[in-house]
T-cell receptor, first 116, second 108 residues
Framework: GAVVSQHPSWVICKSGTSVKIECRSL??????MFWYRQFPKQSLMLMAT?????????EQGVEKDKFLINHASLTLSTLTVTSAHPEDSSFYIC????????????FGPGTRLTVT | KNEVEQSPQNLTAQEGEFITINCSYS?????LHWLQQHPGGGIVSLFM???GKKKHGRLIATINIQEKHSSLHITASHPRDSAVYIC??????????FGEGTQLTVNP
């Protein structure tokens, strides 16, 4: 099946710093990528939808200036958490939708962010 | 009431048992996903369904569009099947709406 990778798999950073998370579709092209956040014992929450070459669409309540999303190519999207705070500590998951055929969506392994 | 409801929330089984996890939804959908999330968090897409039934190894997924219901079955369960199983429905546009997940524990 299609593979989506994320890097890093985990990161610890200090409050006030910025962290970039990469999401890559390894063996397919994805016009649309999704970024989710998951808190412990909770389901995935959609943060934003990004389409290649255009600005991301953010869900209500998600600060676009804090969570910068760039989808520069058909195989790469990045999420940058700017001026991170401890409450940003979470599990961030990306997902990519196949460009052709149906609308299969494949998930990355996730990135565990801890802000100290 | 959530748009996507799963049952049970927690399920403990003995190795070899047949397992069923249910998903009911209240909105119109174009597709339904079953996902598996292991401890550590990584998510694997098991099935995408829009009608009927799909089988992959020991896993079977069914959907009844009229009744707005889907089931995930695991035959001959094994401890390595222990994970959270998540039902997600595709509604308007690209959005997926997720169920709360079912924590499955299979004991040896």
């Amino acid at each position: 099946g299609a593979v989506v990778s994320q890097h890093p798999s985990w990161v610890i950073c200090k409050s006030g710093t910025s962290v970039k998370i990469e999401c890559r579709s390894l063996d397919f092209q994805a016009t649309t990528m999704f970024w989710y956040r998951q808190f412990p014992k909770q389901s995935l929450m959609l943060m934003a939808t990004s389409n290649e070459g255009s600005k991301a669409t953010y869900e209500q309540g998600v600060e676009k200036d804090k969570f910068l999303i760039n989808h520069a190519s058909l195989t790469l999207s990045t999420l940058t958490v700017t001026s991170a705070h401890p409450e940003d500590s979470s599990f961030y998951i990306c997902s990519a939708r196949v460009m052709t055929g149906g609308y299969e969506q494949y998930f990355g392994p996730g990135t565990r962010l801890t802000v100290t | 009431k959530n748009e996507v409801e799963q049952s049970p929330q927690n399920l403990t089984a003995q190795e070899g048992e047949f397992i069923t996890i249910n998903c009911s939804y209240s909105v119109g959908i174009s597709a339904l996903h079953w996902l598996q999330q292991h401890p550590g968090g990584g998510i694997v897409s098991l099935f995408m369904l829009s009608s009927g039934k799909k089988k992959h190894g020991r896993l079977i997924a069914t959907i009844n569009i009229q009744e707005k219901h889907s089931s995930l079955h695991i035959t001959a369960s094994h401890p390595r099947d222990s994970a959270v199983y998540i039902c997600a429905v595709k509604t308007s546009g690209s959005r997926l709406t997720f169920g709360e997940g079912t924590q499955l524990t299979v004991n040896p």
